[in-house]
Each structure stands twice: as structure tokens, then as C-alpha cells.
């Protein structure tokens, strides 16, 4: 069950954040106006990018400053722009007496969200009052394969792909206006460029609020499943001919650790520099020298990592620790305690230009050297 169906306002916990992405014209405008005016129980505050296409309707407002409209099924607008002042509307919203359900934050539709959710790894008063739940991308059925196949942009950032493979939670809208078949095929290759996301289809973005809000994208559960997801794919596909895999699906085993990378796919002209690359270890990692590496990493290659996932064993420690990163945001901490049995250290990067050997040699320099078989 979604922590939304379950989750009351009065609560002290940290307020869920969702951030809601998507092309212009791939279906956000309506799925904002319908949480701003069906009757659906919830109390959510919509904090909706300036530049956006929401034009708040004035029959539905109940009362409105500057920039917060308090509408009449409880919900709360506010139009700002996300760039540069979320942050400050976020501390706006959590100073006013009534609590929030869940907040909602829509981009702009031409950006990549990773920079959004960067805000809610870092150490400040308001990070520490919510947490970020989820990352929900809306595609056009009839369009998306345009953006991702734009001529123009190969080789290059492409905002489609950015969207796509930082999602939690994939919306195919639209549906109603292409083939069955092609959605199915659509489906497959929004899966190849994003494994770890569950795909929703949908028509005029009607979907189940609980499927996209209180979803624990960024929880040590989720991180943990989606890792397992990613390395399930990555060692038991079969070698289709539009399969986005490792140039020669190779394995290396020193020390069992099993990596595999994707590279350009035959059918597709899409990014072929966007790829994913897990690493399992089956010797423990030394804390200090982990948080060190992964801190150099993502200084010096930040830009090209749009997630992190991973679970780690620490030297000397019974609890799992737990990884999640956006860029060179990172947070590492503890979490549930081990089962019985072997312990396996696992990480996935999602990101553009991925070396996976010097992923590797860089995390081999991160393990403890008191349970090293060579000296490093």
C-alpha cells in the first residue's frame, strides 16, 4: 500500500515531496488541475514552476497572497520559479499553521529534474522538515520518440532522456491516441533507458494518486529493491537485438565483483552516452575511505551521474548502509541490520559517459584493507 493512502497531516513526520517533470504538452497541466480541484481527500500543496501552463482558476480560490492560492478542495498553489525560489516557498509553506499531506513540485517542462531533487540532500532547515518521496515523469504517447530521436540533440544533452532516467514513476499519457502496440513497444524502450521505474499508462493523466505519491522512491527499501531489479535485468537478459547492453556483456571477477554496462542501442537513435553500470562486491567496505571516494567521484563527474543507488557492507558493522545520490549530492547512512548469511555489497549508477573500470578500481580502493586479500 502507498504511504499516501496511509499518511495523515497531522503527522510529525517529514512532509513526502514529489517532483512531477514532463515535456510541454505531455499531460502535466491536467494532472495539477485535477489534484488542485477533484474531491480527493488529500491536502497537497502544488508549487507550480512560474513559466508553466497551470492558470489557476479564480472560482476555485478561496482565499490568496502574492503567490499562495488556498483552493476550495483544500489544496494549496503557489506559482514561483522553481530555479531560484523553492526553497524559500518551501519554508513559506511549512510556517503555515495547517499541515500538508504531501507537497508537489512541477519543473519547467524543458528541465532536467535531478537539480530539483539535489535540493533535498542538502543540510538546511527545510530538508530537514520534508523528504523527497519520488521523481514522476509524464510522456506524450504520440510525441516522446520525437524528443528522444531529435537528430539535433545526438551526442548531446537531451532533456527527454534527462527526465526519463531520473524517474521513479513513468506516465505514458495519451494513450488513447496511438496503437496498442505501440505502447507496448514504447513501454520496452522507456524500460531500457530506466529499468528501476514502474511505467503507468494513462489517458487524459487520470491516474491513482497512490501510485505516484507516497511511493518511498528515495527510501532505503526502494534503493534496495531497485538495485536488485537492476542487477536481475543486467545478469539474466537475453541479447535481443535492440537491447541496450555492455559493448562485449562482459563479467569480471576479481573478487566477484560483477559489472555490466549499457551502451547505444541497434534500433534507436537516442543518447548513446546515457547508460547504467552495477558493481557487487562480496567483501566489506572501509566507511571513511567510501565516503571519501564516492565524494571525489561525484566532485570531479557529478554532472553525468543522474542517480546513485546502492547498498553497502561495512567493515565491522551488522547494520546495511544504505546510498542515494543526484549529481554530487550524496547521502550514505545506516539502515536495516543484515539477514543471516553472505553479504554482498551492491551499486548502480544511472548517468552519461560511465567509465565502468574506473568505476570499479576506484570503489576496489574504498574497501577495508584489513579484509583485503592483496594489499592495495
Known sequence: MSQFDTRHASSNAPVPVTILTGFLGSGKTTLL?????????????VIENEFGEVD?????????????FQMTNGCICCVVDVRTDLVRILQKLLERPEKFDHILVETSGLADPTPVA????????????????????????????SHLDDPALRG????????????DRIIINKTDLVPSWFVVALEQRLHRLNEG?????????????????????????????????????????THDPDHVCDAACEHAHDHHEHDEGDSTPHGHRH??????VSLVFDRPFDRS??????????????????????????????????????????????ADLWAAGPRESKLVFIGRNLDRQRLKVLLDLCLSRQHADVVV
Open 156 to 167: 548531446r544533452d537531451n532533456q527527454a532522456v534527462d527526465q526519463i532516467v531520473a524517474a
Open 197 to 237: 521505474a514502474q511505467i503507468l499508462r494513462s489517458n487524459y493523466a487520470q491516474v491513482d494518486l497512490s501510485q505516484i505519491l507516497g511511493i518511498g522512491g528515495f527510501t532505503p527499501t526502494s534503493a534496495s529493491l531497485d538495485v536488485e531489479e537492476e542487477l536481475e535485468h543486467t545478469h539474466n537478459h
Open 271 to 276: 543518447d548513446p552516452s546515457v547508460t547504467s
Open 33 to 45: 488541475n485535477h489534484i488542485l480541484t477533484e474531491r480527493h481527500g488529500h491536502r497537497i500543496a
Open 118 to 145: 539535489a535540493t533535498f540532500f542538502m543540510d538546511h532547515d527545510v530538508a530537514r522538515q520534508v523528504t523527497l518521496d519520488g521523481v514522476v515523469t509524464l510522456v506524450d504517447a504520440v510525441h516522446i520518440e
Open 289 to 334: 575511505r567510501l565516503d571519501a571516494g564516492l565524494r571525489a567521484l561525484l566532485a570531479a563527474q557529478g554532472d553525468d551521474v543522474f542517480r546513485m543507488k546502492g547498498i553497502f557492507d561495512i567493515a565491522d558493522e551488522n547494520q546495511r548502509y544504505v546510498v542515494q545520490a543526484v549529481h554530487r549530492l550524496f547521502d550514505l547512512h545506516p
Open 56 to 68: 489557476v482558476d479564480s472560482d476555485l480560490v478561496m482565499t490568496s497572497d502574492e503567490e499562495i
